[in-house]
C-alpha cells in the first residue's frame, strides 16, 4: 500500500484520536494534497509546525493501528468481499460451476465474518 494511501486509511480510522489542529493538518497535507508552505500559509504556523504536526499525527494513528489493527482488518475484509464479488460474477457466466462459485463464496463469507 502506498505510504501516502496508508496515512489516508489510517486517518479515516483514527481521525478522531488527533487533536482538531492535527486533523486540520492532515486533512490539508493528504486530503487537498498542499505543500508545507502552503498549508504553514493558511494556518498560520511555522513550516517547521506544520512538519511537526504532521509527523507526530502519523505517530498517533500508527500507534493506533499496533494497538488496534482495525485498519488492517478493514483492509483484509474489502478484500474478501472483492473475492466474494468475482466468484458473484463468474457465476453468472458460467452456471456449470454454480457449485463451486456457491462455496467459494461461502468460505469467503467465513473468512470475512471471522476479521470483524
Known amino acids: 500500500m502506498a505510504k501516502d494511501l496508508q496515512y489516508v486509511m489510517l486517518f479515516d480510522c483514527y481521525g478522531e484520536f488527533l487533536t482538531e489542529r492535527q486533523k486540520q493538518v492532515m486533512e490539508l ?17 511555522t ?51 454454480a457449485a463451486e462459485k456457491c462455496s467459494i463464496i461461502r468460505e469467503k463469507v467465513q473468512e470475512g465474518l471471522q476479521l470483524l
Open 29 to 45: 497535507y493528504y486530503g487537498e494534497d498542499l505543500s508545507l508552505g502552503e498549508i504553514s500559509e493558511l494556518s498560520g504556523i
Open 47 to 97: 513550516r517547521q509546525a506544520v512538519r511537526d504536526s504532521i509527523k507526530r499525527s502519523e505517530e498517533i494513528l500508527l500507534d493506533m493501528e499496533s494497538k488496534l489493527r482495525f485498519a488492517e482488518r478493514l483492509s483484509a475484509l474489502r478484500e474478501k468481499f472483492a473475492e466474494i464479488d468475482s466468484a458473484a460474477a463468474g457465476m453468472a457466466e458460467n452456471i456449470t460451476s
